[in-house]
C-alpha cells in the first residue's frame, strides 16, 4: 500500500470545530488535545451535534498555552490548555462517567450565551482513566478522552470518492470529509482499503484498527453551518455499507500501540 496522510485534524471540544494541522504528536489517547474538553449541562451530562448541531459553528484554536473557543456575533474566550487545580465533577459521554475539570466560568458564560441554554466547559485530566471497549480495542488499557469511543478515526479519499461518485449519481452534491470528523486522512489506498487494514505505521506512531466506524446523523450536519442537511450521506451509506454489528460504516477506529509524531506527507504502510 502506497498510501501517505493527505491531512490531520484536531478537535480539542467534543462536538465543536475541528482544527487543521501540519504534524501532531499521536498519544495513548489520540492526537494531542483531540477531544480533552467537552460541554456538558449543569448536571454533567454531554453535548454532541447530535442533539445539538449548532456545536459545529464554534471556532476552536490552540494558542500558546490557551484553547481559544470563538463563534459568530458573540467574540471569544480563551482557556488554559492544563486547567488549575479545582474540585472535579462527575461527568457522562455515553455509558461512561468519569471525573472531569471546570474549564472556565467565562467559558461557560460564553458558550451558555451563544447556545441559548445552561453549559458548562470540562476537561479530562490525565489522571481520569477512560478506557475504549477491550472486545475492539485489544489487550491492555487503551486509552481514549471525549472521544464516542475511540483514540483515532482514520478515513480514506478513496472512500470518499467512491461514495460521492454515487451521490452524483443520484443528483446530490458531493461532500466534504469534514462530514465524517476524522482525525487522519489517508491518501493512495484504493477505496475501502481500510477494511484490511490491522496495524499501521503512520510516521513514527504505530496504531491498530479496531473496528469499523458505525456513523450517525451527524454525518447529515453541514460542518460550515451547522444546518441538518440529512438524509444523506447515510442513506447512501446504508445501501451498501452497512453491517449488523456496526450499522453504517465509514471510516475506521484505531487505538495507539506506540505514540510519536506524525506528519502531513508521511508514509502509512499496513
Known amino acids: 500500500m502506497k498510501a501517505t496522510v493527505k491531512s490531520l ?3 480539542p471540544v467534543k462536538g465543536l470545530k475541528g482544527i487543521d494541522l501540519a504534524e501532531a504528536r499521536a498519544t495513548e489517547r489520540g492526537l494531542e488535545h483531540d477531544r480533552r474538553w467537552m460541554v456538558v449541562d449543569p448536571a454533567g451530562e454531554f453535548f454532541t451535534q447530535r442533539s445539538h448541531p449548532k456545536l459545529a459553528t464554534v471556532w476552536t484554536d490552540l494558542l500558546p498555552g490557551a484553547l481559544e473557543l470563538s463563534a459568530p456575533e458573540v467574540g471569544a474566550v480563551q482557556v488554559p490548555l492544563v486547567p488549575p487545580p479545582a474540585p ?23 458558550l451558555s450565551e451563544y447556545l441559548g441554554e445552561p453549559c458548562r466547559l470540562v476537561y479530562m485530566p490525565d489522571s481520569t482513566r477512560r478506557a475504549s471497549n477491550p472486545q475492539y480495542a485489544g489487550d491492555g488499557e487503551r486509552l481514549v478522552g471525549f472521544a464516542d469511543g475511540y483514540a483515532y478515526l482514520a478515513a480514506n479519499t478513496a472512500s470518499l470518492d467512491d461514495l460521492n461518485a454515487r ?27 481500510e477494511d484490511q487494514w490491522g496495524e499501521l505505521q503512520v510516521g513514527e506512531a504505530l496504531l491498530r ?8 446523523e451527524v454525518t447529515t450536519t453541514d460542518q460550515a453551518t ?5 438524509p444523506e450521506p447515510l442513506a447512501t451509506l446504508a445501501t451498501y455499507r ?26 502509512v504502510r499496513d
Open 242 to 267: 452497512e453491517s449488523r454489528e456496526f450499522g453504517v460504516m465509514f471510516g475506521l477506529n484505531l487505538v495507539a500501540v506506540r505514540p510519536g509524531m506524525i506528519r502531513v506527507g508521511d508514509a
Open 9 to 11: 485534524h484536531v478537535y
Open 226 to 230: 451547522g444546518e441538518v442537511r440529512g
Open 167 to 193: 451521490l452524483a449519481a443520484k443528483g446530490h452534491a458531493a461532500l466534504p470529509m469534514n462530514r465524517f470528523r476524522p482525525n487522519i486522512v489517508v491518501s493512495g489506498a484504493h477505496a475501502y482499503a
Open 209 to 216: 484498527a479496531a473496528k469499523p466506524c458505525g456513523r450517525c
Open 88 to 110: 472535579s465533577m462527575r461527568v457522562r459521554v455515553w455509558s461512561h462517567v468519569v471525573d472531569a475539570i471546570p474549564a472556565s466560568r467565562e467559558a461557560d458564560w460564553f
